[in-house]
C-alpha cells in the first residue's frame, strides 16, 4: 500500500470511528484486549516495573492472600492490589483494597500504625 492510499485507509477509519457501529467496535476491542494477559503485563511492567510472572510468583508465595489480613483472592471482589513504596517504587507485595487504602492513608507511618494497634488493643 502506497503512501497516499494509506492516508486515505486512516481518514476513511477515522470517519468510520466516529460513528456509532465504530465506537461500539472499537470498545469491543479495547475489552477483549483488556482481559488479556498481554494488557495486564504491560500494565504492570507500566505502572510498578514488574512482569505478570513477577506477579504470580508474589501471588504464589502469598498463597493468594492479602500480605497483611490475610483475606484470600477468592473472599474479594478486585484482584490484590500490587503495594509498593511510593519514594523508592520497590514493590512490597500485594494487598486487598482495604488494606491497601489503610496504608495510604496512614501513610505508611509505622507509629501511626503501632499506635493504631494499641488503641484497638486498650478499647476491647
Ligand atoms: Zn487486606
Given at each position: 500500500?502506497?503512501?497516499?492510499?494509506?492516508?486515505?485507509?486512516?481518514?476513511a477509519s477515522?470517519?468510520?470511528?466516529e460513528t456509532k457501529e465504530g465506537k461500539e467496535t472499537r470498545k469491543k476491542a479495547y475489552q477483549k484486549y483488556r482481559s488479556t494477559n498481554k494488557h495486564l503485563n504491560k500494565t504492570l511492567q507500566r505502572m510498578y516495573g514488574i512482569t505478570l510472572s513477577q506477579w504470580q510468583e508474589m501471588f504464589e508465595k502469598q498463597k493468594g492472600c492479602c500480605a497483611i489480613c490475610?483475606?484470600?483472592?477468592?473472599?474479594?471482589k478486585i484482584t490484590?492490589?500490587?503495594?509498593?513504596c511510593h519514594e523508592t517504587d520497590k514493590v512490597r507485595g500485594l494487598l486487598c483494597s482495604g488494606c491497601n487504602k489503610a496504608l495510604g492513608l496512614?501513610?505508611?507511618?509505622?507509629?501511626?500504625?503501632?499506635?493504631?494497634?494499641?488503641y484497638i488493643d486498650n478499647c476491647c
Open positions: 500500500m502506497n503512501e497516499k492510499a494509506k492516508e486515505s485507509h486512516r481518514k477515522r470517519k468510520y470511528n490475610g483475606t484470600h483472592q477468592v473472599e474479594l490484590l492490589n500490587v503495594d509498593h496512614i501513610k505508611t507511618n509505622v507509629r501511626t500504625a503501632k499506635g493504631m494497634v494499641k
